[in-house]
C-alpha cells in the first residue's frame, strides 16, 4: 500500500490550495481514510475523513472552508482548502486504516489518526502567510 501526497505549497490569508493523495494498493471495502495535519508545536489534528458509508466528517476548524472527496477511479483523495487562514500552516498527511483496525467499526472517530499501525503518506507542506 502507498499513499502519496501533492499540491502544497504556499499560499496568503483568504486563498486556495488543492492537495491530492494517489492511493495504490489499497483495495478493502471496509475503511477510513482522511486527511490530518501536524504543524510544529501543535498536537496532531484531523482534518477531514470518509468511512466505507461515505460518510464525511470534517475537523470544526476547516468546517464550510475545506472540501475532502474521494474518487474511486481515480483511486485519489482530495482535500480542497479555502479562505486559508495562517493557523492551516502545516504538513498534511493523507491516511487509510489497516485491514480490520477496530477504528472502522468505531464509526472512523478522529482518533484513528493517532494509530501507529495506519498506512499513511510522507506529508506536504502548506504554509498560511497573513
Known amino acids: 500500500v502507498q499513499l502519496v501526497e501533492s499540491g502544497g505549497g504556499s499560499a496568503q490569508a483568504g486563498g486556495s490550495l488543492r492537495l491530492s493523495c494517489t492511493v495504490s494498493?489499497?483495495?478493502?471495502?471496509?475503511?477510513?481514510m482522511g486527511w490530518f495535519r501536524q504543524a510544529p508545536g501543535r498536537e496532531r489534528e484531523g482534518v477531514a475523513n470518509i468511512d466505507d458509508y461515505g460518510r464525511l466528517t470534517y475537523g470544526d476548524s476547516v468546517k464550510g472552508r475545506f472540501s475532502f472527496s474521494r474518487d474511486n477511479a481515480k483511486n485519489t483523495l482530495s482535500l480542497q482548502l479555502n479562505s486559508l487562514k495562517p493557523e492551516d500552516t502545516g504538513m498534511y498527511y493523507c491516511?487509510?486504516?489497516?485491514?480490520?483496525?477496530?477504528?472502522?467499526?468505531?464509526?472512523?472517530?478522529?482518533?484513528?489518526?493517532?494509530?501507529?499501525?495506519?498506512?499513511r503518506g510522507q506529508g506536504t507542506q502548506v504554509t498560511v502567510s497573513s
Open positions: 494498493g489499497y483495495n478493502y471495502d471496509k475503511y477510513c
Open positions: 491516511a487509510a486504516t489497516r485491514p480490520r483496525s477496530l477504528w472502522i467499526g468505531a464509526g472512523c472517530p478522529f482518533s484513528w489518526f493517532g494509530d501507529p499501525l495506519n498506512y
